[in-house]
């Protein structure tokens, strides 16, 4: 099983490029999901609403499963598949990688475009520092108020961050750690007395 993958460690914005008078715009972000997808660009049209086009590709999901390619207006094939292919090259998901165009009077032509739109989500992305993100996993553990160092010492052993916790009657915490953690403290948590646990993903 996949237990983690390559993605961009934080946002690249404003990565020029000029071609025949057209402004092309280079823009890449990490994003968890599709929603967050088009919310960033919605605030793309928002920043550049006289934009001629805003053209876009993004892979989300560990193999890269969901994914799309927008050429916005552009001759079908010569903006969102170029941007996409660049996704590919770079082997990263979870990523949203958009170009922004001012058109500026001469026609490129299907050939030009598709050249300039992989010249500019090329440049974006070497600005960007790749990173390897590990999956995490949320759990919720339920425990007496007697156990607390017990499974602060479990939680400790998988490198667990603790979010919450609260010590009312009976203990609660939740606690995010690595997906490929998950077998050894189900294992541990599951031989445990009067201990409750569920994973929320």
């Known amino acids: 099983m996949i237990f983690e993958y390559k993605t961009i460690a934080a946002p690249v914005e404003e990565v020029l490029l000029k071609e025949k008078g057209s402004k092309f715009i280079g823009y890449a972000f990490p994003v968890k999901n599709e929603a967050e997808a088009k919310k960033q660009l919605e605030i793309l049209w928002e920043k550049h609403p006289k934009a001629t086009h805003i053209c876009y590709a993004y892979r989300i999901g560990l193999q890269g499963e969901i994914y799309r390619a927008n050429d916005d207006g552009e001759p079908s094939g010569s903006a969102g598949l170029p941007i996409y292919n660049q996704l590919l090259a770079n082997e990263i998901t979870h990523v949203l990688l958009a170009v922004v165009r001012y058109y500026g009077g001469t026609k ?15 440049l974006t992305l070497d600005e960007a520092i790749m990173m390897v993100r590990a999956l995490e996993t949320t759990v919720r553990i339920q425990f007496q108020y007697h156990q607390q160092n017990t499974i602060f010492t479990v939680l400790n052993k998988v490198g667990a961050q603790i979010i919450s916790f609260d010590a009312a009657e009976s203990c609660v915490i939740q606690a995010t750690l690595k997906m490929e953690q998950k077998e050894s403290i189900s294992e541990v948590l599951s031989e445990m007395l009067l201990v409750e646990y569920q994973f929320i993903d």
């Open 108 to 122: 490129l032509g299907v050939s030009g475009l598709v050249k300039t739109y992989k010249e500019s989500a090329k």
